[in-house]
């Protein structure tokens, strides 16, 4: 008796498909091509292992979330520069590693007036420009002048709104024996009517769940063209924006408690 080709390609199959599990680091098993593997889980009343992932900009949720786990092999990896943290529940250790496929993940959203601060920090600004964000912001503000002592808010407005441009020139002319010297000098400084403020100190939360902070703008004249622009310098910005990504692990940490080990830096579970 001749078997045919989809005959002969059947017995092959079923004959692979007889040797079973192959001990291999990784367990695979031998299947006829045309065989699909299904997952039945969602047949199940309930789910083989519970798995999710939360995400949320708010620490507090984020801390009551991982401490309603209490996942005591918990692991969480803090990204101070982008103000992030993944806590996996199921990661496992080299001994027994886990699927890394049930997390949390905070990711800190700055305030509105930090976001503030940060867009107006180091821009060149017009006069008004600049009175209409210490308007916007005249709650969370304090003007000092150069000597340092306090300003109305209202009264530092109304200075950067009246400043102008005063220009004078001092000649000079020496006569000699033997040679003549002649020399021009052009003086240009800024005024107001009113005492111009030399910083602005700005108080205020620059994340949700952090504490308040007072940031400082020291505001530098430019009388280069026609009308006089404005520049705010965030004083220590570097060393500032370092304290506030200490403070996030330091709160953190306290939030959590125990329930998670957390740690420094990214970690990338893999596939």
Known sequence: MSLNKDTLELIIAQAVALQGTVSTATPIATLPANVSIHNLEKFQ?????FRGA????????FANYVTARNGKAAKGFINQDAMSCDVFF???????PGHADDTATLKLKPTAAYTAL????GKKLTQKELAEWMEDWRANLTAVDSADATLSIVQAIA???????KASAERTSVEGNFASNRSAMDAIEAASQDTLPAKLHFNIVPYEGLGQRVFTLAISVLTGEDKPALKPRWVGEELQREEVAKEFKTVLAKEVGGSATLLLGSFN???
């Open 269 to 271: 579970a893999g596939n």
């Open 54 to 61: 939360l995400t949320t900009n708010s620490l507090t949720d």
């Open 118 to 121: 940060c867009q107006l920090a």
């Open 90 to 96: 199921n990661l496992g250790d080299e001994a027994a």
């Open 159 to 165: 200075a950067v709104r009246n400043i102008t441009i």
């Open 45 to 49: 009343l309930e789910r083989s292992r």
